[in-house]
């Protein structure tokens, strides 16, 4: 597939939207004093969501967006093939669950855009929907489901519109009807299960569901709620108040689950660390008035998985192994210094753990493949799980019972493929149940998988993955997308998507920078993008970039750069230190205002990550990656897509919004800056006609302003 990019028809493309009129943004000076050093910010009214002028600016913002994007042809082409492509996918699964005889699953049909829940009788084959979200509640999702021990009743935890703030609802199997019970607010991503009587649920509950209080996030609770009765009359079972020993801070959480043998009750104060302190008590105390939790792990042990069996303790640790070890010992006189390793470090990093029945599972990355082992509980024999070259990840159907998991195969050019494997026969088997009718081309012929090591501005190498058309020129006159991450330890590993495809089949090269900050190369890795070090983060990216110019890959006039989230640090401060290098970014939902962003209701949680703005130490570095305040008046910067999702709890959407803002009141390039409001959406969503109707947008925006062809507004 070739294109020629012409620099005249893309200015001809601009001149013919003629002079972007923003809607105003009065600049209002509000100046913070950090420690001796006064910033300025001229767009904190923005902050205040409830305000009338500043909904109406929201508004105007996005309505006005859509006024630009609607004139970039072909949008349409982009949404419709990237339904294609998910028909072409097939139906879609995700990890099941097993009752008895029963399979437990969520599943998006090919042409439909939300996940349905599912059962299927392992002996007939038999499916059943047994959960439509669309016939519940208008924009409801499911976001996670628990199953009590005798298939009775699903707890079901359900969003709005993409929303965290969640409500959970229990669906009586045998009479198929929801329950009166109703436990709000929940989080979307904390632990909830059924007691093994089946008769309650223990859940963390938040304090407020308000997404514009400051309290959001905060002073949480560990409750149990018995079925049939009022929310009011749940018990706590821990809590900051509650209990002081715990020394919990008023953000962290506390989390509550049941060992697999229902022997104890386990805590785990948890945060954004992985590291968490972790309590335990018999299981018989949950009828104490008041729980007496004896500690098991501290935060210093630098612990981030365990699992219990029995008086054994078995713990993923980094404790002076960067690159993780495994390690087994008594949970009643638990001593890590002296505990037995099972699996010592090596030079590929131990990135999780997870038990069946009898066996321990681990996966072992090393930055491009990622295998599974498994370990036998019982003789602590170590054997590899016969899979497919790649990215290897697995669940267990039902741990408490049995030793089958599921393992999931992934690869950048490879749809994902679910397998089934039974330790005790040691055959890993393509999923029969799990996997939908593929039709997709093969990629593998059409597309070039380059995995290379770029030196960074102070020697560090790091790891780039590049896909590009085969029997691509290399002049540099190609379009590039670059995305990164680069924050808690997350590895940005080898995965297909839908998405990222239609950009491929556009001719576009697509490049994942794994950064520092990341997990990709081991905690120190993720150390180096931390705090002091998060400059690592931006620097390693710009390295990244580079890089694909100089092999000419693509040039700085065709260079799409990309970040989510936390990624907002590492694609706001690439373009305001080098805003010469990118054509394009794109901007999502992303922290582009560390200096504010500890005064929204996620802010503290983010302090073992970058900071905390309450000492002096931190602050120096929290300023120097806050990209808000770097945009400068009468820089050139480039064209410039923010979004953000109105029901967004993790990045509260005023923080995109006022880097869209700064940038459209500074940029002296004539490049357009879009801030890009959904409505329909939160931090993300799963409702796939929202989300291809969203990045047929951004990517028309993008490849528009590198001057694609095909993307080019008429010139009237």
């Keep these: 597939m070739k294109y020629i990019f012409l620099s005249t028809g893309l200015l001809l493309s601009q001149l013919a939207l003629g002079q972007y009129n923003y809607p105003k943004t009065p600049e209002k000076p509000a100046t913070d004093d950090f420690f001796g050093t006064k910033i300025t910010d001229n767009y904190q009214w923005l902050e205040d969501l409830k305000s009338p002028e500043v909904k109406t600016w929201f508004k105007a913002e996005s309505d006005y967006s859509h006024s630009i994007i609607d004139k970039i042809p072909n949008r349409d082409l982009l949404y419709k093939r990237m339904k294609q492509v998910q028909e072409m996918g097939g139906d879609s699964y995700s990890y099941a669950r097993q009752r008895g005889n029963l399979y437990f699953y969520m599943k998006t049909k090919k042409n439909e855009k939300l996940s349905k829940l599912y059962t299927r009788d392992i002996s007939t084959g038999k499916e059943t929907l047994i959960f439509d979200p669309e016939t519940y509640k208008k924009d409801a999702q499911i976001t996670f489901f628990s199953i009590d021990s005798r298939a009775d009743k699903v707890a079901l935890l359900l969003s709005k519109s993409g929303g965290e703030i969640c409500e959970l609802k229990i669906l009586d199997l045998k009479t198929k009807k929801i329950l009166d019970d109703t436990l709000t607010p929940l989080w979307s991503e904390f632990n909830f299960e059924f007691t093994p009587d089946g008769k309650s649920i223990i859940y963390t509950k938040m304090s407020t569901g308000d997404p514009n209080s400051s309290m959001l996030l905060k002073e949480m609770k560990a409750m149990m709620h018995q079925i049939g009765t009022s929310s009011d009359k749940d018990v706590e079972l821990a809590s900051r108040e509650g209990n002081p020993e715990l020394n919990m801070l008023t953000e962290q959480f506390p989390m509550i689950e049941f060992s697999d043998d229902y022997q104890y009750i386990l805590l785990n104060i948890g945060s954004t660390k992985a590291e968490s302190p972790q309590f335990y008590a018999p299981y018989a105390a949950l009828k104490d008035k008041k729980i007496t939790w004896k500690p098991i792990v501290k935060a210093s042990d630098d612990i981030t998985q365990t699992f219990i069996k029995g008086d054994q303790l078995f713990f993923l640790s980094h404790k002076n192994a960067p690159n993780y070890k495994i390690g087994v010992t008594s949970l009643s006189n638990p001593d890590f210094d002296h505990a037995k390793i099972i699996v010592p470090e090596g030079n590929a990093v131990i990135t999780s753990i997870h038990n069946s029945k009898n066996y321990l599972f681990y996966a072992l990355n090393n930055g491009i493949s990622q295998e599974k082992y498994q370990i036998d509980l019982k003789t602590l024999a170590i054997k590899k799980v016969p899979l497919l070259e790649g990215i290897n990840n697995s669940g267990a159907l039902n741990p408490r019972e049995n030793d089958n998991i599921q393992c999931y195969n992934s690869n950048w050019l490879t749809p994902g493929t679910f397998y089934e ?88 090269v697509l490049a994942i920078a794994h950064v520092r900050g990341g997990g990709e190369k081991g905690e120190n890795w993720h150390k180096d993008g931390m705090k002091a070090k998060k400059p690592n983060t931006w620097k390693d990216f710009i390295a990244c970039s580079e890089y694909l110019i100089d092999q000419k890959y693509t040039s700085s006039s065709r260079l799409i750069g990309n970040g989510v989230s936390m990624g907002g640090v590492l694609i706001g401060r690439a373009i305001t230190e080098r805003p010469d290098l990118y054509a394009v970014a794109i901007a999502e939902v992303g922290m582009t205002n560390v200096l504010r962003s500890q005064n929204s209701a996620n802010g503290a949680n983010q302090i073992p990550e970058v900071g905390n703005l309450k000492e002096p130490g931190d602050t120096k570095h929290l300023i120097e990656m806050d990209a808000q305040s770097k945009v400068k008046k009468g820089v050139k910067y480039p064209a410039v897509i923010v979004r953000t999702g109105m029901n967004d709890s993790r990045i509260t959407p005023w923080e995109p919004a006022k880097f869209a803002a700064v940038l459209q009141n500074s940029t002296a390039s004539g490049k357009p800056v879009l801030l890009y409001v959904n409505y329909e959406n939160g931090h993300f969503t799963s409702d796939l006609d929202v989300v291809f109707k969203e990045y047929s947008d951004i990517f028309a925006f993008a490849l528009w302003q590198v001057g694609h062809p095909k993307f080019q507004p008429a010139n009237k």
């Design 421 to 508: 494997y039974n330790p005790e026969n040691g055959k890993a088997v393509k999923s029969k149940n799990f996997n939908g009718e593929t039709s997709y081309p093969d990629y593998s012929a059409l597309y070039v998988v380059k995995e290379v090591e770029v030196k960074s501005h102070d020697g560090a190498m790091v790891p780039l993955s590049i896909i590009y058309p085969k029997n691509m020129k290399m002049d540099g006159n190609t379009p590039a997308y670059i995305t990164g991450y680069g924050g808690y330890g997350i590895s940005s590993t080898p995965r297909f998507s839908n998405r990222l495809s239609v950009l491929l089949e556009q001719g576009v």
